[in-house]
């Protein structure tokens, strides 16, 4: 196994060794301490299994490194390792075409399993990215549906602009991929929105949030 460690602070390259070496005793690690480097090296080294890149270093240009270096390297999957960490960021970089986000605050074993997850083909994204933030009440544009969601107390009035437009869709039986179409959305990022929905409605799946939708006053 083949992975690139990309990030400016040597401690924390060094600190990631053991827990590459319980993915694979036998990896073999490739090191960098900016994006240009990590860049380069990745063109060069064949056969890489994973690269893990700090969202925050030399040369990442906010999400645009990550675009580039996903663009370029499509069979390989890219995860974001980074300190800083809140939802906002989780769904970008998921969006942007990262395979997962892993805080550095995670335990050593978390971080182990997070990355078997991506290597095993599946996308990793933190539990904490599902939780309330304030950034969830944006400015995003809600939908026809989401206007007419008229109750003030009820648990319709627990969703952001956001949810209320992903769920009249749900309403109006779109699939996910195909709310993500619409919305020019990853799908992935359609799921996060949904696991939210239900909890903050009670409901445990599609059937039954819509259900409480339509009780509490939802107009198609």
């Known amino acids: 196994m083949k992975i690139l460690i990309a990030d400016d602070h040597n401690l924390v390259r ?24 990590a860049y ?11 690269i893990l ?29 980074s300190g800083h960490f809140n939802r906002h960021d989780v769904l970008e970089a998921v969006e942007r075409g990262a395979a997962g986000y892993v805080p550095k605050t995670i335990s050593g074993s978390a971080m182990v399993n997070a990355l078997r997850l991506v290597l095993s ?13 304030p950034e969830d009440n944006d400015d995003s544009p809600i939908g026809r549906s989401a206007n007419n969601a008229a109750p003030k107390d009820g648990p319709l009035s627990r969703l952001s602009d956001r949810e209320k437009e992903i769920l009249g869709h749900l309403i109006e039986g779109n699939t996910n991929k ?5 919305l020019g959305l990853q799908e992935i990022t359609v799921k996060v929105h949904l696991r939210n929905i239900y909890r903050k409605m009670e409901a445990a799946n599609r059937a039954q949030a819509v259900r409480i939708a339509l009780q509490n006053g939802w107009q198609t």
């Open 53 to 81: 890149m700090d969202l925050k270093m030399p040369g990442m240009n906010g999400f645009d490194g990550l675009i580039k270096m996903c663009d370029t390297h499509t069979d390989t999957p890219v995860v974001i390792l």
């Open 121 to 133: 083909g599946e996308k990793y994204i933190p539990s904490a990215a599902f939780q309330d933030t």
């Open 178 to 182: 195909e709310i993500a179409r619409k």
């Open 40 to 50: 380069a090296l990745a063109d060069k080294t064949t056969g890489l299994d994973l």
């Open 14 to 37: 060094e600190g990631l060794r053991p827990f590459m070496e319980e993915l694979d005793p036998n990896v073999t690690i490739v090191e960098a301490a900016s994006f240009d480097e």
